[in-house]
């Protein structure tokens, strides 16, 4: 597949590049830049993550690469891995075009083990990401990161409103759960709360990510894919988000660190950054550091898998009230913990990456108390309907 039918490349004059250090990002990215292409095929990247940016309505400079220009000035981590920057994903006719583009581009790193980071101005943009693992027929769970839950009937096409609707109703559907954190309840209608709840999906309101940010990893570490939309942050650390109330920058970086960190994870999103309202570059600089924390939670991954060998896990089996068996499992290496769902045996196969659900010590100390742990008992009602 050619690079080139999908992406524009960079500028990398304007990023000013060749004027950083040796010890920056810059040193060890590999750009697709206007200077010097990539010549290698997109289903020849060798690399661990791959920067995506979409190309904006009406051109003009990018809001990616102002990300971009911030991103390649940070310090080098101790740890160094590989790192392509494909550019700008060409746009197209309409949001449909840059939706199949993305689409074609993040199924092909995805089938590499490249992890794709996209950034771009609108948050349904993310429907490309999802469906790249349509086209590559895996079933996933995404965590959103939002001060609003963007679902409506669609009426028309897809929109920055109601692109929750297509990764929840398209079919065939490969939706496994949604998990939505930090939104804001005044602005959350409460029948779309109970909505959620009917379809089994998680939610937690800003208060409750703020209360004990720790409370997320374990809900993003049973993601595979994640999106991060800006305006979750309060707009005293990202002026862009329009949001009095929010998520701090520290703790927006720390829950990306912790999608880093995640061995499920395949992909990442930052959406919603408007380039013309930010001032000082503020939040293109926040942006830039939560990807920095990124690539410092991956270099932390564990290759924790109990479903794949559980020789590296202490295994726990608590007898519930009703005699019903709860097994926990805790990793050696990370101390991490999960708690396995019963599922049909039929249903094994095609479940396997989500009958563990990942957990926290709390949830042990839960059942051992007598209590179901919530999360739990939403994953069985899902693989025993």
């Known amino acids: 597949m050619d690079i080139n039918v999908y992406f ?16 920056c990002l810059s040193k060890i990215i590999s750009v697709n830049s206007k200077q010097k292409p990539l010549e290698s095929e997109l289903d020849g990247i060798v690399a661990d993550m791959a920067l995506i940016g979409v190309e904006e309505e009406g051109g003009g400079i990018n809001g990616a690469d102002i990300i971009r ?7 080098l981590h101790r740890k160094h891995i590989k790192i392509v920057d494909l550019g700008n994903v060409k746009r197209g006719n309409n949001r449909k075009d840059a939706y199949s583009a993305l689409a074609e581009a993040c199924s092909c790193l995805l089938q590499n083990r ?17 469906r790249a693992y349509e086209q ?20 028309k096409d897809p929109d920055e409103t109601n692109f929750l609707a297509y990764l929840f109703c ?10 939505h954190a930090a939104y804001q309840s005044y602005l959350v209608v409460p029948e779309l709360i109970d909505l959620m709840q009917q379809m089994r999906f998680e939610t937690y309101r800003l208060g409750a990510v703020q209360n004990k940010i720790e409370f997320t990893e374990p809900l993003i570490r049973n993601a595979d894919m994640v999106i991060a939309d800006i305006n979750s942050i309060r707009a005293s650390d990202s002026p ?15 829950i990306v660190n912790f999608a880093g960190m995640s061995d499920k994870l395949t992909s990442i999103g930052f959406y919603g950054y408007k380039a013309e309202e930010d001032c000082d570059f503020r939040t293109a600089k926040l942006i830039s550091h939560a990807i920095w924390y990124f690539i410092e939670g991956f270099n932390w991954r564990k290759n924790d898998f109990p479903y794949k060998d559980q020789k590296n896990y202490y295994k726990f089996s608590v007898i519930m009230p009703n005699d ?5 499992f805790k990793s050696k290496k990370s101390e ?4 396995q769902v019963s599922c049909p045996d039929e249903l094994q196969q095609k479940y396997m990456r989500h009958f563990l659900i990942p957990c926290t010590y709390d949830d042990y100390k839960e059942a051992m108390e007598g209590l179901v742990p919530e999360r739990w008992l939403l994953a069985y009602n899902k693989l025993n309907l």
């Open 8 to 23: 524009n490349p960079i500028d990398t004059d304007y990023l000013g590049i060749e004027n950083l250090s040796e010890d």
């Open 114 to 130: 490249v992890i794709p980071i996209i950034l771009g101005r609108e948050n349904d943009l993310a429907i490309g990401n999802y």
């Open 136 to 155: 590559i027929g895996q079933i996933i769970n995404v965590f959103n990161l939002d001060s609003e839950i963007d679902f409506k009937e669609i009426e």
């Open 324 to 328: 019903m068996n709860i097994v926990f």
């Open 170 to 179: 398209n079919q065939p559907n490969y939706l496994f759960n949604y998990t």
């Open 240 to 254: 862009t988000s329009k949001n009095p109330h929010g998520l701090y920058g520290e703790e927006f970086c720390k």
């Open 336 to 339: 991490r913990w999960w708690m």
């Open 69 to 75: 220009k911030q991103l390649y000035g940070l310090k």
